[in-house]
């Protein structure tokens, strides 16, 4: 059971860029996926969130408006879509499965993680 997330690189401020995140192995479509960040020196932060249905999302206040999560349940895949990038929103992003199905930006709930993609912005 793997979660791989891609699509990560860099990219100059203003631009954009969109995540995916793969599970395979076994399915997560009941339940809810999230998007973590870490920077350097930093713990890791929510970022956003989704219900296992698509109809609920929650954002950080720092990317609100900017992010948009989704997700494809026949794929297994949620995407987190970037806009409007700026210099401090470079950090290594995860995604994770959440062990219940509502929307939380809890760490704890998450139980399954991914790898990691960087994601650079340069100013």
């Known amino acids: 059971v793997q979660l791989q997330a891609y699509g990560g690189g860099l990219v100059q401020a203003g631009g954009s860029l969109r995540l995916s995140c793969a599970a395979s192995?076994?399915?997560?479509?009941?339940?809810?996926m999230g998007w973590f960040r870490q920077a350097p020196g930093k713990e890791r932060e929510f970022v956003a969130t989704?219900?296992?249905?698509?109809?609920?999302?929650f954002y950080s206040a720092s990317v609100k408006g900017r992010f948009t999560i989704s997700r494809d349940r026949v794929k297994s895949t949620v995407y987190l879509q970037m806009n409007s990038l700026k210099p401090e929103d470079t950090a290594v992003y995860y995604c994770?499965?959440?062990?219940?199905?509502?929307?939380?930006?809890?760490?704890?709930?998450?139980?399954?993680w991914g790898q990691g993609t960087q994601v650079t912005v340069s100013s």
């Open positions: 989704i219900n296992w249905n698509g109809g609920t999302t």
């Open positions: 994770a499965a959440s062990i219940g199905s509502s929307a939380t930006d809890r760490t704890g709930d998450y139980t399954k």
């Open positions: 192995g076994r399915a997560f479509s009941n339940n809810a």
